[in-house]
C-alpha cells in the first residue's frame, strides 16, 4: 500500500476516462480507414472488441490494446483490474490469449519505483492466472499514472466471435453485474466500505474465461464485453451492427451489491452523464424507470461481463458455460427483435 492515493492523479479512472461516444464517433470518421486486406477478418468497421487477422484455414490472431488511469488507490489492485480489463477483449472474440506486450506511463517524480513496480506485479500476476507472458512493452515519464496491456489471443477463423452478428429472437445474456462506475465513483468519495471495495476488486479482476468455451456454441450469434460506455451503450453497438433492436428486462440485469443504493443517492459518474449525452436518443425508458436506473444502464464498466446474444435453444447451455467458470450471476435480460437499432428498457 502506498501513501500516495493513485486516483488523485485520474480525472477519470477505469474506463470510466473513455472518449465519450459521439466524440469518439466524430474523431474515427475523421480518421481514413486505409487498405483493409481480405486475411483481415474484424476492423475498425463494427465497433469491435478486437482486430481479427487470418493467418491460415486454421488460425486467426486477435489483437487488441487497452490501457487507463487508476480506478483504485491500491496499486496492485490498479495493475490486475487493468490487466483483467485488456484480456478480456480477447475472450470476447471467442480467442484464447498467448502473450500480452505492457504499456506503462508514470509520473516518475511522484510515484516511488516500489509503487510503480507493484501495479507491474499486478498486472503480471493476471497474465499468469491467464497462462500468458508479458512478452515486452513500452514505458514512458507522464502527468497521470497510465497502465494496460497490448494482448494477443489465437481463435480458428470460422469461430471468431463478433458484435454485428446477433439475429431477431436472440436471448440476451449478461455475464457480471452492473455497477463498476458507481462503486469507484463512491470510492473516490470515500464513501465505500471494505466490504463494496471487495466486492469491486472481485468482479473487475476476475477473467472474462467462459469466451473461448461459447466460440464452440453453435447458437451463440454475437458477443461483447461491456466497458467504458455501459451496457446500454454496447447493446446499442450490437442493435446497430446488426440491424436489430434490443428489448431488455432492467429488473433482470444483475447488479452490484451496493450499486442501486449508491446511484439512488446521486453517487454516479460524469462518464455516465456523457454516455447517454452520446447516445441516449436511441435508449427508450419505460414507464417506472428514472434517473438511477438510467445511470446504471450508462454507468462505465471497468472489466466488465460478456454480453451475449444466442438462439434461445442455447440458452441453458450459455448459462451452464458460465456458471461453471465461477460467473455465478449470468443471467438472462433480454432479447433481440427485428426493428430500428434501439434499446428498449422496460
Known amino acids: 500500500m502506498t501513501s500516495v492515493r493513485l486516483t488523485e492523479f485520474s480525472h477519470g479512472g477505469g474506463c470510466g476516462c473513455k472518449i ?8 474515427l470518421s475523421r480518421s481514413p480507414m486505409g487498405v483493409m486486406p481480405p486475411e483481415l477478418l474484424v476492423g475498425n468497421a463494427s465497433s469491435d472488441d478486437a482486430a481479427v487477422y487470418r493467418l491460415n484455414d486454421q488460425q486467426a490472431i486477435v489483437a487488441t490494446t487497452d490501457f487507463f488511469t487508476p480506478i483504485v488507490d491500491d496499486p496492485t489492485d490498479f495493475g490486475r483490474i487493468a490487466a483483467t480489463n485488456a484480456i478480456s477483449d480477447i475472450y470476447a472474440m471467442g480467442a484464447t490469449p498467448i502473450m500480452a506486450l505492457a504499456i506503462v506511463g508514470m ?4 510515484l516511488a519505483p516500489e509503487v510503480i513496480g507493484q501495479i507491474l506485479e499486478g498486472g503480471a500476476s493476471v497474465c499468469r492466472e491467464a497462462g500468458i507472458p508479458i512478452a515486452g512493452g513500452h514505458s514512458i515519464d507522464v502527468l497521470e499514472p497510465i497502465y494496460g496491456l497490448v494482448a494477443l489471443g489465437i481463435v480458428h477463423p470460422d469461430r471468431v466471435l463478433r458484435n454485428d452478428t446477433a439475429r431477431a429472437g436472440d436471448v440476451l445474456i449478461l455475464g457480471k453485474p452492473l455497477g463498476v462506475g458507481v462503486l469507484s465513483a463512491a470510492l473516490k468519495k470515500g464513501q465505500l466500505d471494505a466490504d463494496g471495495y471487495a466486492c469491486m476488486i472481485d468482479t473487475t479482476t476476475r477473467l472474462n ?12 450469434h454475437a458477443v461483447t464485453d461491456v466497458t467504458g460506455f455501459g451496457l446500454a451503450g454496447h447493446l446499442l453497438e450490437m442493435c446497430r451492427g446488426s440491424g436489430l433492436a434490443a428489448d431488455v428486462a432492467f429488473g433482470d440485469i444483475p447488479l452490484i451489491d451496493a450499486a442501486a443504493g449508491f446511484a439512488q443517492a446521486g453517487v454516479v459518474t460524469g462518464a455516465s452523464r456523457r454516455n447517454w449525452a452520446g447516445y441516449g436518443s436511441d435508449v427508450r425508458l419505460g414507464d417506472g424507470l428514472g434517473a438511477w436506473q438510467q445511470a446504471l444502464l450508462t454507468d462505465p464498466q471497468t472489466s466488465g461481463g460478456l454480453l451475449v446474444a444466442c438462439d434461445p435453444t442455447s440458452v441453458d447451455q450459455v448459462l451452464a458455460v458460465f456458471r461453471a467458470q465461477g460467473f455465478g450471476s449470468a443471467a438472462v435480460i433480454g432479447q433481440m427483435n427485428a426493428g430500428a437499432p434501439t434499446v428498449q428498457v422496460r
Open 209 to 220: 474465461t467462459p469466451g473461448p468455451a461459447l466460440a464452440q456454441i453453435h447458437g451463440v
Open 107 to 110: 509520473p516518475l517524480d511522484k
Open 20 to 27: 465519450a461516444p459521439a466524440v469518439l464517433s466524430d474523431i
